[in-house]
């Protein structure tokens, strides 16, 4: 019994470190364009995150958390000995932090959940054995990752697109834009809370029928696109500043949906990336608890929370300079095309969230950007950092794999 | 840590672009104080007025060779690169035209005929309203680029260089017109003085053209 001690508290470390270097690091992609466009102060943006981070964590991100507990690890072939789940999962998560400490020291661009997920296959196939890995699983994931960016990169297209034909190339763009954006937060608030009616509200206990939770979304999203054109109607246009810039105003328009679109990535966000750092957890921890290695049992709530903390702790104490730092530099994602990039994103990743599909945010957010600048609408993108975006992307998983495996034999060697 | 999401914008060249093009106007501006100075026979002031021309020249052409290197191959634009460099190349010529009419009014210290003063000057003028016309345009690039280069934008822009090409055209007129108002007079001139003075004609014309080109290159990039 004591040794159960340490593992949980082992689990518990990692996992609050790892969600705090997810807080420290990727949450400032889902913000930094409202910030870089002004449509959002650093202290909004701070405050923005950490609710919908968390709600996100806790709403929406038992499904992915699932995934990466039981989903990728055959759990019925370790019955017989779960102590290897319990050092293989704690590998997992160390393997997982140092890839990403290396990585971030030379400047990779990795993704949290593709270490995870490589160092997790990693402890199992050889840790345990080629067949403790549920590999039709891992296919459906190495899959999403290529059809998430794909996904976010086409919706952006189309709405950008959408932007420019109803919106941009009229020769009375501000009025346009009042009365076409509305429409476009009643479009990214409706998806966003449908997947999480759908699929999250049963982890707090309530569950709603399909028609309810149709009219519900709906419902949400017409007050929170009512509250927006409010604001919108007030937006005077500046007409000295219009010298300057002619969609000056416009700009400002889509400004408001970027406040609600920033919810959204900080949501989805959070759904999709918790699980990377308590997935392996509660695995560890349901097993120290029962000392039996359960299939069944369902993520709890309170570790969820845990998980939805600790990014916000990472948040408030380093994600704010980093929101900063790519806030300045991403300027040409101003609020008409960041907020087709943004609702292409988050509505992808809130999507995989509900089928439990842990993909890489950032990945899905950069397909995304993708799309709108092939709707010509980005001034500048350089292919060499998408190609080393591709690279990293597939040395990512041997890396993670060989770093758990080390750590796996680790523990085994040294832990009770 | 490097982050991925704001390494993979490439330098946007819109306002630098739009930079250039507002030094190569200031640059070419000058050439009427410059003048109105050298007319009036006050060489001290013509020169302060062409080592400021000089001045904005180079930054110019610093400028020039910094969109260059922050334009590499690898970057996906809207528009093709060629497009813009090509763009960037014309309008750096305005300011070298301003630079070389300078460069021979000062170093011969060259006297405008008093008979054709006023319409040389009037010339000069129309020239830099060519420049200034140009720089109007290039100023829209910004809104182009966010609009797709379609729709209102671009008809607003071609309207802009349509004016550029009346512009353009009014200066070739007054062009021939100066060249015949000089051909009367030149007998009573220097000869040397008088084949320099047709240059100084020819060069100052040419600020228009460049102007005019400018327009021409922004034509292409709206024919994407």
Redesign the interface.
Known sequence: MEAHYIYISLAAVFGLFMAWGIGA?DV??AM?ASVGSKALTIKQAIIIAAIFEFLGAVLAGGEVTSTIRKGIVDTDLMSGDPKLLIYGMLAALVAAGTWLLIA?KN???VSTTHSIVGATVGFAAVGIGINAVQWSTVGEIVMSWVISPVTAGFIAYFLYQSV?WLI????D?VARARRYVPFYIFLAAFTITLVTILKGLKHVGIDLSMMDSYSLAFLLAIIIATIGAFFIQRIEPDKKAEKK???HTVERIFGVLMIVTACAMAFAHGSNDVANAIGPVSAVISVAQTGIVSAKSTVSIWILILGGVGIVIGLATYGRH?IA??GT??T???P??GFAAEVAASTTIVIASGTGMPIST?HT??GA?LGV?L????????????SR?LVSWIVTIPAGAVLAIFFFFLFRAVLP | MANVLANIFGSSPVKPLKKHINIVYRCAKQLHEFFIASIDGDWDKATKFRDEIGKLEHSADDLKKQIRLSLPKSLFMPVPREDLLELLLVQDKIANRTKDVSGIVIGRKLQIPPPIADQFLEFVDRNIDAAKQARTSVRELDELFTAGFRGAEVDLVAGLIEELDQIETDTDDKQAALRGALFEIEKSLDPIDAIFMYQVIELTGEIADMAERVGRRLELLLSH
């Open positions: 690091n400032a992609n930094a971030s400047g990779w661009p420019q941009l190339r009229h020769e763009p810039a002619a969609f980093v730092t790519v530099k991403i040409q994602l101003t008409s095309r950032t957010l950069i950007v600048g709707a010509r609408g980005i001034d500048a993108i350089d292919l060499r950092v998408v975006v």
